[in-house]
């Protein structure tokens, strides 16, 4: 029984979204590395690993390592690394394939001579979205680090790595495509200038919204989108999804109503959903209400959302008939506007057949 | 060594913090019940203690548990009763003196058919905010609900509990006085009314900002202000404390630097900060750069602030003179929009005396 805020998971849908995904992947002939940071869990990534999934990417040393423990073999962190970190580093790669990434030459030796372990390193690129990497077009900057790769027996080049972040600035599916059609080229003139001297230097890609609407992905070797796994409204509104493909919802408890105001307080705040939010027809959303269906969920209840989040406390503005049909110590289910950070947040996942699925409770663990 | 996002705590200015406070209540003549959530430590909840505290407040019965797990014996829960939570609530008051908050006759029927302890029911008051509790000038809904409490012989009526929440509204000792002053109108209004039929009906109040800036609590017996036990971004903006207050700090690795557009990337995002934003100067902001000073830290270092957060990284909008200090591998400290977000997320503090505090890390554990 539901006594307190819990992520609720439908296996079929996250399983459906795994699948399609997969069956991209192989369509395009790229290979498929999920993002795991979106559901920290083990047992889901035993769900990828089934159906014959082998490499992943983590955001962090320690979410690695967590997935290591699991039996992970083949990790690549899509953070520029964290020199401070070289212990946990040569610890992980005398255990598992570690790709890590750089973008200037002063992290590459401020590593290479701690070294114990072979590890490999992708050069960081800025194709369009200008938050961390090298800009594409800058080669003398982008030689300069490759050569420093190369002065190191530790340290093997294996290409180009971005995140075309800018596609959560997309709404709608030409947007999104236009920002992948601009990534590839971009991520395409770099492969032909390199490929000479290096006859694969791999390029990886991905986010979300573009792993999901494209088809094609042109230059690129891999794929590294995380999100589709659960999906979330934010998703929804940039055209990446439909909403019946949200895998995630919280279920919270009824602790007030104020017809009033229109409004129910419930158990879940903050320190669940996190404060994320979007802006939908004007008005600011931290989740939406969908109908509770058993032990699963349904349709979106019509103006009813969440508008406002205290450490503990969400507000949901509701319609009359809604107000009308809850009571204390009901449960309303909500979709989550940002399914990481929330899944960050709790401590594992109950899924619609009953089952619990234990993850990684804490960021720094 | 630090080499991850790290939770950096001043004990001297957080002693500090908490000895105003416990003075301020004990010159005003009112009990201070120190709202935890804030911190989430046996440790720091022992630096009360030895002050003289002896009840704390609580915002889940998953917290209060945590605490009462470290002797603590009289505990509110400054949020509506969560009915399905009815077992914990039992057992919690098999052990402690647990005072909960009702707002209606449903939750108090909900409840108290199901009790095996007894327990102490504050009326939840919507003196102004606007978020939970009866209006007060709803004495009709306030009477039914204590004659449904009356009924119940494991039921003690103790007295009405608000949160003037929109003190954070406020900007400037002027604007959060005025809150204050309707708050404590308000109370003392309900406190007259009640005073004959019960001879103690207690007024709880406190938020930070009003109890941080006022001196006199009027009708009030108890405040139960929380985050000023560590003070934040949020609360210099709106005037409840000077940034030389602020007691904690997040030390951030860097990762990299974009001299080209004044950017420095940290490791360091909205699973560790939380996404909680002030504007400052028409700007969004999720935290300020300080100085770095040895173990601790020093001043605000001008127009250089978190302008975004992912889910691990935080990019630094930074001056080209502190850019020109930075480099790959540095600690960057950063002073949080909210303590208790960023608190809730981070499995402890490291003291600047070098001491490791434990703390609840995880919101439902």
Redesign the interface.
């Known amino acids: 029984?539901?006594?307190?805020?819990t992520l609720l998971l439908d296996k079929q849908k996250c399983l459906a979204n795994i699948s399609t995904m997969v069956n991209k992947a192989k369509k395009a002939g790229v290979v498929l590395r999920p993002h795991f940071?979106t559901h920290q869990s083990h047992e889901i990534g035993r769900w990828f690993r089934e159906i014959g999934i082998d490499r992943i990417t983590c955001?962090?040393l320690?979410m690695a390592n967590y997935f290591a423990e699991d039996g992970w073999s083949d990790i690549t962190i899509a953070?520029?690394?964290?020199?401070?970190?070289i212990?946990?580093i040569n610890k992980l790669a005398a255990k598992v394939k570690l790709n890590l990434l750089v973008?200037?030459v002063?992290?590459v030796e401020?590593i290479s001579g701690k070294l114990t372990s072979k590890i490999n390193l992708f050069i960081k690129i800025d194709a369009g979205y200008?938050?961390?990497g090298i800009d594409y077009m800058n080669l003398k900057k982008i030689d300069n680090v490759i050569e420093a790769i190369s002065r190191h027996d530790y340290l093997n080049f294996s290409g180009f790595l971005e995140h075309a972040?800018h596609s959560y600035n997309a709404r709608g599916q030409e947007e999104i495509m236009k920002v992948h059609f601009e990534t590839l080229e971009n991520m395409a003139t770099l492969k032909a200038r390199y490929m000479q001297a290096f006859p694969e230097p791999a390029i990886s890609i991905g986010d979300t919204p573009t792993c999901s609407v494209a088809e094609d992905f042109g230059a690129a070797d891999e794929i590294r989108p995380g999100n589709f796994v659960f999906y979330d409204l934010m998703q929804e509104q940039i055209g990446a999804c439909d909403y019946e493909q949200i895998a995630v919802a919280m279920a919270c408890?009824v602790?007030?109503?104020?017809p009033e105001?229109n409004e129910i307080?419930v158990?879940g705040g903050?320190?669940?959903f996190?404060?994320?939010r979007i802006v939908n027809n004007g008005k600011t959303v931290f989740g939406k209400v969908v109908e509770n269906n058993g032990a699963g969920w349904g349709d979106f209840i019509e103006d009813t959302y969440v508008k406002s989040l205290?450490?503990?406390?969400g507000?949901i503005k509701a319609t009359d008939s809604f107000l009308k049909r809850k009571?204390?110590?009901d449960i309303v289910k909500i979709l989550p506007v940002h399914s990481?950070?929330a899944a960050?947040?709790?401590?594992g996942y109950l899924t619609t057949d009953g089952e619990w699925l234990e993850k990684r409770?804490?960021?720094?663990?």
């Open positions: 029984m539901i006594t307190r805020p940071k955001s962090s320690s953070f520029p690394v964290n020199v401070l970190e212990e946990t973008e200037t002063e992290a401020l200008g938050r961390t972040g408890p602790v007030a109503l104020h105001r307080v158990y903050g320190v669940h996190s404060k994320d205290s450490q503990e406390h507000i009571k204390i110590g990481c950070m960050d947040l709790m401590d409770v804490n960021s720094l663990s």
